[in-house]
Structure formats: C-alpha cells, structure tokens
C-alpha cells in the first residue's frame, strides 16, 4: 500500500521560512505528478503547487508564487516544498498527494502555523 509521509511543519513567525518534505513509503515517486495541498480551519482543501515526475514542470497557487518553491529528488522518493516569506494566512495543514493509477494517495498532513 503505497504512503505518503509529510514532515517540516513548524510555528514560525510571519516572514519567516519552512521546507516540508513528502516522503514516498512503499512505492517510488519517479513516475508520478505530485502536489501540495493545504487546508485551514474551517475552510476547503485548496492546491498550493504541484511538479512534474521528472521535475520539468510546476504549477502554483497565485497566492504562494514567488513565496514557495516546489522540488523533487527521485533517487530519495521525497518531493519538497520551500516556503519563504510566510503569513499568517499560510497557516494550515499542509498534505502531499499521488494520483496513481487513478487512485489518490494523500498523506496525514504537517501543521504549519504563521504566527503575526
């Protein structure tokens, strides 16, 4: 069964930087698109950025680009997320996520908390 292990959530205060890391147990990432979702009290999922298998490729969320960046190393199954300049409206429980074979694969999140 393939898992999806999140670490680096931390309090940090505004304007400060984190890296969450994804770590991929059970199954190697190599082929797979991968993304970072977040999700804040009393408010829905939303996708922050998400990267390419090979890491050609990345998307973000408007309001994280420039702020965030989103890599991958393969050979240690673990897709990153640098987070600098954070806010307050960054807190959240920040989860990885796998699509594979159309079956979404999630993680149990790491709490990020942005203190003003």
């Known amino acids: 069964q393939p898992q999806l292990v999140e670490s680096g959530g931390a309090l940090v205060q505004s304007g400060g930087s984190l890296r969450l890391s994804c770590a991929a147990v059970?199954?190697?990432?190599?082929?797979?698109?991968i993304g970072w979702f977040r999700q804040a009290p009393g408010k829905e999922r939303e996708g922050v950025s998400c990267?390419?298998?090979?890491?050609?490729?990345?998307n973000y969320a408007d309001s994280v680009t420039g702020r965030f960046t989103i890599s991958r190393d393969n050979a240690k199954d673990t897709v990153y997320l640098q987070m600098n300049s954070l806010k307050p409206e960054d807190t959240a429980v920040y989860y990885c996520n796998a699509n594979i074979l159309g079956n979404d694969y999630w993680g149990q999140g790491t709490q990020v908390t942005v203190s003003s």
């Open positions: 059970g199954f190697t990432l190599d082929y797979y698109v």
């Open positions: 990267i390419s298998d090979r890491g050609d490729y990345t």
